[in-house]
């Protein structure tokens, strides 16, 4: 008897042990539950909650260690959610994975869909026997935000088709980099900003379809625009995503303090002109940053058109609430009044062409001076080439920044710098080719 | 006779339970995943020794092997300096310091904040043309031009190691504290009315009899420093710019498992990383346990 219940005793205590491990999470499941990598799906989960009567628990989790986090449970099938975001980043891995529904099969039959989206937004949720297991409601061509005020006091014009008439090629964009240094202003935050119009000059995937390292004569330009900025000191030294690239959107920044190598005459605090930025670098990113500037920016385009990033949708394979999560996928990406709203309210350019189609007639952007930013973005979207992306390319695109950043720097030779970059490749991806 | 009683075994079997699924299953899942060529996802197909003689001449992992030591030998130098200089200063019984307590916590601080705060902290701090750092010594007239203290190799890898000096020396501190409150006053007494001075104390009584103090601090710095991830991971790009400066052994470990996605040679790096701390630690303890065994 003794024996009986120490065993049950210790049983109990061994389970209870396990259970805290795994239990916190199932105990208050939502009917619905979302993960993705920023807090842009939180109006729209809003929305659904009062629409459909429901509750839905959004997970965020910072893009770094989103496919870090979702793999494991997306594998093992424990505490997966039942509707994921897949990120450019990642996109063309992930649909070539078992992890979200086919949804050219029956009830969804989304391939009905596809005349009514911008082509390559649809191509990308496709794998590559042509299942379709993401969508977006998203495009996301980028183009280059700059400060109206400062364009007419050096330009003489804040009109978006002059300027990007000047800026429509490389050797224009220096010329207006010039003026506006003369005038005490820069034209970029950080050199990365060219990194979009040398690679578009001739676009190509990182990697062919032969599994060969691809370096273009544009993105070989991209070490000579980096190191002429720097040369000709057009811009304010203050890299992407640091607390100095943001508050330049809002503020002149201290940026040199007499230094000798900069400029001794110049004063210690400038501005920035310009940022290269996609369509959502306007809601998640300028709108967020911005007080003082709030209506001083208009849109343009720069020497080629571009893309960066966007947000894809899919419901996982092995959910239990398809049916809802169907539903918010059709409400987020085909579903016309709220797409509407959202689109008028967040000024986010869709790729869904009924709604594009109805609203970017009269679209007026407050923060852009009443400027119609939408069709000049949906025509930017007309050029993009999604046969560029590869799974390789955030890694690579780092890489490569990288050793621009050592050539500009001086520690490198353009030749070092491009023979480290294929070593680092080769060095993460051994089965990529790289020239010899 | 007595019977023995085996139900002792009954009692400690949940945690056994719990660190088998937690812990043994899953080094000895790695151990099987480095002969493999894994990448996450699918089926691993076992590929020999092959994740280990690549281990054996890859350049990048030996370069993160010289940065880590390199890193963790300017930490434990300037850490052990601080906390000893103060420990000393504080536990001299002739000084009688007051307020003990109080400086306890203050320089046990840093050790306490998150290394994301650090990181991020550090970063506006030793920025190149924002940098607060940079503007300081350029108003006090020291430097004429900015440094790009985390674009330069040695002043990157100065930098980590003196943050991480900084975040540790207080709990270093805390430890030798209590290893001299743990010698005998008798000594220092007994000192004091031969008429030693200070450094004879110091080196002929303090010194000796810390070294185990010592050892023990030296030993569970080396195995936490050769692990160092974090700074060097958010102080930069996370893969170890500039110039692969910052690239240390663990951080090379995560990118290649979980941004490149090559599991299999991520376990190599794994194993190789545990056999270099324990080679390590078990020379340190040999050396120094057998001089002070003299």
Redo the contacts between chains.
Sequence with gaps: MK?KL??LI?AV??FS??AA?SNSSSSKKADLTVWSFTDELQEPINVFKEENGVTVDLTIIPI?DY??RL?PVL?SGQGAPDVFTGELAFIKDWVE?DYWEDLSQEPYNVQEWEDDYVPYVFDLGKDSEGKIKAVSWQTTPGGIFYRRSIAKEVLGTDDPAEIGERMSSMDGLFEVGEELKSAGYRLFPDEGAVRWFAQGQDPQPWVNENNELVLTEGRINYFDYAKELRDKDLT???PEW???WFAAMDEP??????????DEESSDQTEVFAYALPTWGLHSVLKTNTEETVGDWAVTNGPNPYFWGGTWLGIYKGSENKDLAWKFVQMMTHDEEFLTDWATETGDVLSYLPVTEKIKGEFEEPFLGGQNNYTFFLEEAANINPGTVTRYDQ?ID??FG?MV??YV?G?KTKEEAIEEFYRLVK????DIKTPE | MKKKDHYGYLFILPFFIVFGIFSIYPILLTFYYSFTNYSGMGVPEVIGLANYTRLLTDSYFLQAFFNTWYIWGVNFFFQMLIALGLAILFSDIRMKMKGLGFFRAVLYLPNLITIASVALLFGILLGWHHGTLNHLLMDLGIISQPINWLNDPTTAKWSVALIGAWMWFGHTFIVLMAGISGISKDYYEAALIDGANRWKTLFHITLPLLKPIMLYIMITSLIGGLQIFELPMLLTDGMGAPQGSLNTMVLYMYNQAFKFNNYGYAAAVAYGLFLITLIFSFATFKAMYRKSMD
Excluded: D, H
């Design positions: 024996k120490l065993i210790t205590m061994t042990l396990l491990c770094e496919p870090t793999r594998e994975q304010a030294f203050a640091s607390p100095a920044i201290n940026y040199n303090a007499g230094w000798e190598e900069v890694q780092g890489f990288s950043g050592e720097e520690t060095n993460a991806y051994p």
